[in-house]
C-alpha cells in the first residue's frame, strides 16, 4: 500500500502550487512566496482569477482580503487550512 503524505508536505506543495499560478497570472517568474500580490502589480481581476483557480483545485477559494494585506504564501497557507479543514 503506498504511503500517504504527510500533510506538512501536501500543504507545502498546495502552497509552492499556488505561488507558481500566482507568477504566471502576474508575469513575475522570480516571485516568492514572501512577495505581495499588489506590490507586483496584481489587481482585482487577476486576484479573483487566482482565487477562482484554488477554489477548483483546491476546494477553497483564496482570500481576497489576504491576497491584498499579506504575502501570496500567507493568503495560500490560510486557504490550505480551509482545504484541510
Request: no cysteine; aromatic share 6%.
Amino acid at each position: 500500500m503506498p504511503e500517504s503524505k504527510p500533510i506538512t508536505d501536501k500543504a507545502d506543495e498546495i502552497v509552492r502550487e499556488t505561488v507558481v499560478f500566482a507568477a504566471e497570472l502576474l508575469d513575475e517568474p522570480e516571485l516568492s512566496a514572501k512577495d505581495n500580490f499588489l506590490d507586483l502589480g496584481g489587481h482585482s481581476m487577476l486576484a479573483l482569477e487566482l482565487s477562482e483557480w484554488a477554489k477548483e483545485r483546491y476546494g477553497a477559494s483564496i482570500s481576497m482580503e489576504l491576497i491584498f494585506e499579506r504575502s501570496i504564501g500567507e493568503a495560500a497557507a490560510d486557504m490550505v487550512r480551509r482545504v484541510d479543514a
